[in-house]
C-alpha cells in the first residue's frame, strides 16, 4: 500500500521577478547589464539569483523540490531578452538545466497538458502574471483538482513572491500557494493545499 504523504511529482508555477513600472522606473536591466524594458529591475535580478541559491542548496524547504525541468514562454527567438527567461538564467546555470520555451503566452492550456503529462519530471514554470491563472486552472484540471486557489484566478500585480505547487502524492494532487520568503519584505507562507 502506498504513502499517501509521500510526495511522487511536484509541478511548480512562478511569476518572473520585479520589472520596470509603467513608467519605465527602476530601470530594466538584461543579462549584460544594458538597460531594456523586458528587462528585470536590480531587485529583480537579486530575486532571480536568491531563486537559484533556493533551488540549488543541500536541502529544499518543503513543499519545493530540485527542478528537473525549466519553462518560459516562447518569444519567437527572443526569449532570451524577457523577463520570465532572466528570472530562471541564474538557475539554468546553477542547476545546468537548459530552459525550455515551447510555448507562447496565450497557449497556456497547451502547455498545462504537456506538463500534466510529464512523468517523473519536477518542472518549474516561469511565467507573465496575466497569463498564469489560465494555465493553473488548466493544469488543475488536468490534474483532477477541482478546488482552485486565489492566485488560479487573479494575480496580483505587486505579487513576486508566491509560487504556486502541484504535489502529487499517493492520495492524488494537491495545490498550496507557497512563499519562500526570498528578499526581505517577502512574506514567508505555506497556505493550506486545495484538495482533489
Known sequence: MGDPTRTRRTIMVMRHAEKPDATGQPVGVD???GSTVHGLTCLGWARA?????LFSG???PPPFVRPTELYAPNFGGAERERRAY???MPTCQALATPIQAPEPEGHEDKLARHLADTSGQ????????????AMA?????????TQVTPRCQAWPDDDYATVLVFAE?????TLAEVSPGLLPGDPHHLDAPASP
Open 137 to 145: 486552472t488548466a493544469l488543475a484540471g488536468h490534474l483532477g483538482i
Open 122 to 133: 519536477s518542472p518549474l514554470v516561469c511565467w507573465e502574471h496575466h497569463h498564469i491563472p
Open 31 to 33: 543579462a549584460f547589464g
Open 49 to 53: 539569483r536568491r531563486l537559484a541559491d
Open 86 to 88: 532572466l528570472t530562471l
Open 58 to 60: 543541500q536541502t529544499l
Open 169 to 173: 502524492s499517493d492520495a492524488g494532487w
